[in-house]
């Protein structure tokens, strides 16, 4: 068993002091986040991740799901759980006033979805799917189809899916087959395979809202031709209520490595003649409505792996705080706490400083995101709306990298305790592995990093973001005790414009070779926008205003984890950049396949 | 289900053109050891190992292990397996003639080893277990439990355990509590709790050779009073035969991650007065002993990492060339194997690149054991013995993690079909994940390399071992088409010896410092070991003498393996360098605990 207590102080520095939530609270609209009740709420959603949902994170786990005639079992305690989750508010935290929702800024909701991510990561992908859909259906479907679910979703009180995969369609959409056949009273008949449907069923809520790709008949090829259909579990009555069954089934459940508790779909639409949908927005505009959910989605998973991390760095902090093994490699003293060994130390340290460079950049981009929808300076808006954009696939695939990481190592604090699945570390492990998977592989966000976000622009913004970073360089260089981390933080950026230089010189005449660096690329700007965070944290943490708020103590910890992050784990950014040329030079210069 | 297909390309070009085969061939009790002989053992070992074991380790996956009415039973077909792996002389293979085993070099044996860890890790723990117990009985024990149980051992008619770990005592042997108290006879009564013993209890041998950790009781406390003894499941009668039950039972088996098809037992001693056990060797030299069987453990575990790294990329290869998905990047083709792109071709290059590397230092290293054993050069059996001791922590710990990386990678190559455990490709991961934590940790071997292999000999060892590659770095110098990695490596030296420079400065007055950045410097040594091994499989490559013996296509492969983890791989080494002595400094500088 693992508790788990959310990092309040970390949040309330972080969101306060590091991101821009002074700037989001002034927003129009976004008025009564006042900091008082962004506390109470952090403190709610804490109290509610520690005694509701993280009890259940190993039950889900070891429980999984089942497929029982036609039905699909989740764990003992998620419905219970689920329906207090819907009746706290919780769905809709971030979500539009206008059709129940709560309205908080994107920046307060990010720390609270971290916290369902560290309780139980398995249980909070239901209700996160009703995010990315509320906000498809929000900007896309008719005011009708609105008017029937929008409510529901917001609220929680019906669960959504993404039905995007088939067998022969994964990363690549363009191969979807699922048909869409127009019928006289202006619905749909919807019939093919889906697969990875996340609940794609389940009886946690009476009726379920699935969104599912699918071609017209008369749909060019490729993705210019998907087009994006609403299809309900249960039809739904004139007065709102669920009706008939509507054409639509789970046949089979995935075993999978970890998110046990989560149920994977594969679904059939149509086998009794075709499940009844309707269209969103506009035909073969799918793809467009699906990366409003897919952008939803993505951000999401990166505060999942901020989230697991987390999880995971608690469990081995404890138990290297209670575990005596050894004696002091110094004095020979004996009875010592595993915490006490340097590399138990460093191992600690890296996790801790991952995970904190991780959440700031989420913490900042979650502001970034309010600031773009909600800003009236329409040049800070549009600023912030290139920043979310360009680091999109930074908070999805580095965040998620890190947290491989940070599990991998919570494995090892443990020894061999970590290898035994009572131990409950290992899960960690298991869960996370999807996420660098899921809703876009590394791989897929690095390319979408390098073709569509930095060569597409030429590098602006990224060189936008650079003279800003350079900014915060000569702030370290100007404060006290903190020249090396300036140094050092000059040496990042240094190395990160020497891979943007590359990539815009060859990204032309030699695509191949770049996208071969790309990976390395997304690893190298996380990096360095780790240490750019991590140094406006130590900077924030230096403010004489800083003491009284958060302590000294906490404060003197949060620049001798920025100075570790700088010395020991950032001094890999000039290696990256060189393994981006190396790696495009050399791999695609093989004469013949890979052996 | 996954195939497996023993390399035996290149398992054949290392051994003969970059391991020390050639000088081993010709030592004194190696003879017979030719290279149709060799040849002859590789095609052997790999049929039975891709017919009978590979098909199997699913089989274990799936079924575990179970503990029913006091009896440990194993997965179907492991006992009718470990038969035939025993008749055909393969548990014996390395071990003495002298009690029924093959006698082949270590450097023969490896690869082979190496194939039955690829075909079925979980499985070979068994027949591993006897290689280690067998060294230390030949080298410790008394005439007359030799007579009694050696060539049960080294035939494999027995099994055998090492039983170290108790619950307050992990790495560290000196919490030890288990207790001998000498009788009349001779013997010992023991009594105590161990756990984590691998394959402590089965069916699939009729006796089992426990070799036991213990305290006399008046033994000095600490390591200094650790005693070892072999105490037998049954009793062995005069003829031989297993006669009565001794008093030690499997009381609990774990629930693992991985290796589910190895039990993993709770082992209780004495629990109906006393388990019968005799002594091996001399009183409190027990963890000297233990050191033999160890060593030989260590290495073998390398050897695992190296085995399974090899099943997941051949299994990845197999999924990257047959699945289609995406378009050309470059050329916009639609129909795309996914090893066509170019993020896919630079993980399945890394792959190769990493088990190519560890591959080839396990094999040289291999070598060196026999030198140091068998060699009438005092000179060289000595300088071999140095370089194996240096290199046994890296054998260990560098080629498990870069086993970690390779399964990582494996999975990420399937997409979301690397979740779903019907794939298998889970599995390699979830069995990879103990092997950086039995036998000691990456910590251990870290502490192990820089405690006791550099500081103690203020790195005169590792000097030598630097002046060794700066000869192979100004060979590739000269070599044709090779400047460029000559450059790499010589740079990859250099960050080398700024590390051992900054160790050995420090190792005295900061050794806390030191020991924080332990891991790190493994990483180093490991990744320079590798461009050095890699330089040498790409001399050894380009000359004529070789393009008859294994084809021009194969050799150019070769070559730009070496290029590709010079440039894209290797490039590392400076950051490791920085961040070793990065860590030092900022971790132990830390005002107060970890937060």
Same mark, same amino acid.
């Given at each position: 068993?693992?508790? /788990?207590?959310?990092?309040?102080?970390?949040?309330?520095?972080?969101?306060?002091?590091?991101?821009?939530?002074?700037?989001?609270?002034?927003?129009? =609209?976004?008025?009564?986040?006042?900091? #008082?009740?962004?506390?109470?709420?952090?403190?709610?959603?804490?109290?509610?991740?520690?005694?509701?949902?993280?009890?259940?994170?190993?039950?889900?786990?070891?429980? !999984?799901?089942?497929?029982?005639?036609?039905?699909?079992?989740?764990?003992?305690?998620?419905?219970?759980?689920?329906?207090?989750?819907?009746?706290?508010?919780?769905?809709?935290?971030?979500?539009?006033?206008?059709?129940?929702?709560?309205?908080?800024?994107?920046? *307060?909701?990010?720390?609270?979805?971290?916290?369902?991510?560290?309780?139980?990561?398995?249980?909070?992908?239901?209700?996160?799917?009703?995010?990315?859909?509320?906000?498809?259906?929000?900007?896309?479907?008719?005011?009708?189809? %609105?008017?029937?679910?929008?409510?529901?979703?917001?609220?929680?009180?019906?669960?959504?899916?993404? $039905?995007?995969?088939?067998?022969?369609?994964?990363?690549?959409? &363009?191969?979807?087959?699922?048909?869409?056949?127009?019928?006289?009273?202006?619905? /749909?008949?919807?019939?093919?395979? +889906?697969?990875?449907?996340?609940? !794609? @069923?389940?009886?946690?809520?009476?009726?379920?809202?699935?969104?599912?790709?699918?071609?017209?008949? @008369?749909?060019?090829?490729?993705? +210019?031709?998907?087009?994006?259909?609403?299809?309900?579990?249960?039809?739904? $009555?004139?007065? =709102?209520?669920?009706?008939?069954? $509507?054409?639509?089934?789970?046949?089979?459940?995935?075993?999978?490595?970890?998110?046990?508790?989560?149920?994977?779909?594969?679904?059939?639409?149509?086998?009794?003649?075709?499940?009844?949908?309707?269209?969103?927005?506009?035909?073969?505009?799918?793809?467009?409505?699906?990366?409003?959910?897919?952008?939803?989605?993505?951000?999401? *998973? =990166?505060?999942?792996?901020?989230?697991?991390?987390?999880? &995971?760095?608690?469990?081995?902090?404890?138990?290297?705080?209670?575990?005596?093994?050894?004696? @002091?490699?110094?004095?020979?003293?004996?009875?010592?706490?595993?915490?006490?060994?340097? #590399?138990?130390?460093?191992?600690?340290?890296?996790?801790?400083?991952?995970?904190?460079?991780?959440?700031?950049?989420?913490?900042?981009?979650?502001?970034?995101?309010?600031?773009?929808?909600?800003?009236?300076?329409?040049?800070?808006? #549009?600023?912030? %709306?290139?920043?979310? #954009?360009?680091?999109?696939?930074?908070?999805?695939?580095?965040?998620?990298?890190?947290?491989?990481?940070?599990?991998?190592?919570?494995?090892?604090?443990?020894?061999?305790?970590?290898?035994?699945?009572?131990?409950?570390?290992?899960?960690?492990?298991?869960?996370?592995?999807?996420?660098?998977?899921?809703?876009?592989?590394?791989?897929?966000?690095? $390319?979408?990093?390098?073709?569509? +976000? *930095?060569?597409?622009?030429?590098?602006?913004?990224?060189?936008?973001?650079?003279?800003?970073?350079?900014?915060?360089?000569?702030?370290?260089?100007?404060?006290?005790?903190?020249?090396?981390?300036?140094?050092?933080?000059?040496? @990042?950026?240094?190395?990160?414009?020497?891979?943007?230089?590359?990539?815009?010189?060859?990204?032309?005449?030699?695509?191949?070779? *770049?996208?071969?660096?790309?990976?390395?690329?997304?690893?190298?700007?996380?990096?360095?926008?780790?240490?750019?965070?991590?140094?406006?944290?130590?900077?924030?943490?230096?403010?004489?205003?800083?003491?009284?708020?958060?302590?000294?103590?906490?404060?003197?910890?949060?620049?001798?984890?920025?100075?570790?992050?700088?010395?020991?784990?950032?001094?890999?950014?000039?290696?990256?950049?060189?393994?981006?040329?190396?790696?495009?030079?050399?791999?695609?210069?093989?004469?013949?396949?890979?052996?």
């Amino acid at each position: 068993m693992t508790d /788990y207590t959310a990092p309040l102080a970390d949040m309330r520095f972080l969101l306060k002091e590091v991101a821009e939530f002074g700037a989001v609270s002034r927003l129009p =609209g976004c008025e009564e986040a006042t900091p #008082d009740l962004v506390d109470a709420v952090l403190e709610e959603a804490g109290k509610f991740a520690a005694g509701v949902l993280a009890p259940l994170n190993s039950v889900g786990d070891r429980a !999984g799901c089942r497929l029982e005639d036609g039905k699909v079992i989740t764990p003992p305690g998620w419905t219970e759980a689920y329906q207090q989750f819907a009746a706290g508010g919780w769905v809709g935290l971030g979500l539009s006033p206008d059709y129940g929702g709560q309205g908080l800024p994107k920046c *307060v909701a990010t720390p609270v979805w971290e916290m369902w991510f560290s309780a139980n990561t398995a249980f909070t992908m239901l209700p996160q799917l009703n995010t990315g859909e509320s906000e498809a259906i929000l900007l896309a479907a008719s005011d009708e189809l %609105k008017a029937t679910y929008l409510q529901k979703l917001v609220t929680g009180e019906w669960g959504g899916t993404m $039905n995007l995969t088939e067998p022969q369609a994964g990363s690549d959409l &363009a191969a979807i087959r699922t048909r869409a056949e127009p019928q006289a009273d202006g619905s /749909y008949r919807i019939s093919g395979q +889906k697969i990875f449907i996340s609940y !794609g @069923d389940h009886e946690i809520t009476p009726n379920i809202v699935h969104l599912v790709l699918a071609r017209l008949p @008369d749909a060019p090829p490729g993705v +210019k031709g998907i087009s994006m259909f609403l299809v309900p579990k249960f039809l739904v $009555n004139r007065d =709102g209520s669920p009706g008939a069954r $509507n054409d639509v089934r789970c046949v089979g459940l995935e075993h999978k490595l970890g998110i046990h508790g989560s149920p994977t779909c594969a679904m059939s639409f149509g086998d009794a003649g075709g499940a009844t949908g309707w269209i969103i927005g506009e035909p073969n505009r799918g793809l467009e409505y699906m990366f409003i959910m897919m952008n939803e989605a993505r951000f999401g *998973v =990166g505060v999942q792996g901020i989230g697991i991390g987390e999880r &995971a760095y608690q469990q081995a902090l404890a138990f290297a705080r209670e575990r005596v093994q050894g004696r @002091d490699a110094v004095t020979g003293a004996v009875g010592q706490s595993i915490i006490n060994h340097p #590399d138990v130390k460093r191992m600690l340290l890296t996790m801790r400083a991952r995970i904190m460079a991780a959440r700031a950049l989420a913490y900042t981009a979650a502001g970034w995101f309010d600031l773009a929808r909600h800003s009236p300076d329409t040049a800070a808006a #549009d600023k912030s %709306k290139r920043y979310v #954009d360009l680091l999109m696939p930074v908070v999805k695939g580095w965040s998620t990298e890190l947290c491989q990481q940070v599990c991998y190592d919570a494995i090892q604090v443990h020894g061999g305790m970590g290898f035994v699945e009572e131990t409950g570390i290992a899960q960690h492990t298991r869960d996370a592995r999807i996420i660098t998977i899921y809703e876009g592989t590394t791989g897929i966000q690095a $390319n979408d990093l390098v073709g569509r +976000k *930095v060569l597409r622009e030429n590098g602006a913004t990224l060189r936008e973001l650079i003279v800003e970073m350079r900014g915060v360089a000569a702030e370290l260089a100007a404060a006290e005790g903190m020249q090396s981390m300036a140094v050092r933080f000059a040496e @990042d950026i240094a190395a990160l414009e020497r891979a943007l230089d590359w990539i815009l010189a060859n990204g032309r005449e030699r695509l191949a070779a *770049v996208l071969a660096g790309a990976v390395p690329f997304l690893h190298l700007l996380g990096s360095v926008c780790g240490s750019w965070q991590l140094a406006r944290v130590a900077l924030a943490a230096a403010k004489p205003t800083a003491a009284e708020a958060y302590g000294a103590d906490y404060l003197r910890g949060l620049i001798e984890l920025a100075c570790f992050h700088a010395h020991a784990l950032a001094v890999q950014a000039p290696a990256l950049a060189a393994a981006i040329v190396g790696a495009g030079e050399t791999a695609t210069a093989f004469a013949r396949d890979v052996e």
